[in-house]
C-alpha cells in the first residue's frame, strides 16, 4: 500500500533530495562546504523575504524559539506571550525555564489573538522587551495576523519574535516588511526536509539587545558567536553538513517555483481542502484558518482518533489528531511541503471512505467534487 504522509511535520521529502544524503561524507572546515553554507543562507532569505542574516543552528524548531530568549532576553526581564494553542504556549514555557517573567495574551484553541489584544497588553506593560508570537498555530490550525503585530510593535522598544516553524514556506511571511526582528524555522515542515536544522533571522534591534545581554544563558546556542564564525560562512560547532547539503537542493525546488507562487498555490490546497471538508459536513475548527494545513472537527458519535487509525490502517493516509485536550476531537490535514493536488484529493476521499464505513451519511463524492471545483478554476 501507499503511504501519504500528511502530517503538519515531518512532512515528505522530495525524491532528488534524499539521494543527496546517500553522498558520500565530506568535511565541513573546507572551502566546499563554505560556499554551500553561504548558498543556503543566501536562498533562506529571499523564502524568510530578509535582507537580516540567518543563523543556522543543529536543532529542531524548538531550538530557535530557545536561542531567540536566551541570548535576547535577560533573566527576569518580562516579555509579552501570544497564545492561541500549544505552539503559543511553548513560549511560555521556555520564559519560565530562563526565568523571564511572561505576560499572556490567551484565546481559547481554535480563535486566534486579534492585534488590539496585543496593543492593550504593549500599552499595560511599556518594560516588556520582546513578544513572542505564532504565524501558523499548528496545533489549532489558526494564522495570526503578524504584519499587523508588526506595525504596533515596530513602534515601541520591544522586540517582535516569531515561531514561523510550520508557516514559514507555507503561507505568506515577510519577515522585513513585517518588522520581524527574530523569525524562526525549522527544516521539517514547509522546507521539505527532515527534522534537525533550525534557522532565525536577527535584525538589527534584535542583535542590538543581543549585544547589551552581557550574560546570555546558553553555550550552544550562543548567536553572537554564530554571528562571529558566519563572517567566514563558518558554525562554531560541527554543523549538520549533509542536511544543509541536501537542503540545498529543496530550497532550489522553491525558489524554481517562487516563494509567491508557493503562497498562492498554499493557498488554493487550503481552500480545495476546506470546500471539501465542508462539504462533508465536517465544520472547520480554526477561526481564522492559516494555509499551511486544514483542522476539522468531528461530527457527532465519530472520534478523530477511530477515524485516523482506519485512514491510516486501511488507506496508508497519516493525517494528525488534536493534542491533549483536542485528541479525539479533530482532525489535521497538513498540505505544507512536497505535497500536491492528489494527496489533498487522496485525503478527502480516504476520509470519504471512513466517514461511509462508520456509519456517517454523506454522499460518496461530494468532498471530493467541492475540492475538484476549486482546484479546476485555478
Ligand atoms: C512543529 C512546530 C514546533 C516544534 O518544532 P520542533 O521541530 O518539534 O522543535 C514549534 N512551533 C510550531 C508552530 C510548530 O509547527
Redesign the pocket.
Known sequence: MKQRLLT??PTPVPEETLLEFARPMIFHRTAEFRVLLAEVLADLQTIFCTKNLIIPLT?????A?EAALANSVPAGAKIICLIAGR?GE?WKNIAKAFNIESINVTVPYGQAVQPDQLAKALADHPDAIAVCS?????STGVGHDIAAFGKLIAKTPALHIV?A???LGAMECRTDEWQIDINCT?S??ALMMP?GL?FLSVSDKAWQAIDKNANPRTFYFDLKKAKKNLETSDTPYTPAHTMIRAMRVSLKKILAEGIENVWARQKRYAEAARAGFQALGLELFPAQPNTALTVVKMPAGIDSTTLLTKLEKQYGLKLANGQDTLKGKIIRLAHMGYIDQFDILAALGGVELVLLEMGHRIEPGAGLSAAQRVFAKA
Do not use: N, V
Open positions: 503538519p511535520g536543532a529542531s524548531g524548538t531550538g524559539l505552539f511553548r505564532t504565524l501558523s498555530e499548528t515561531d516553524i510550520s508557516g525549522g521539517q515542515k527534522p533550525a
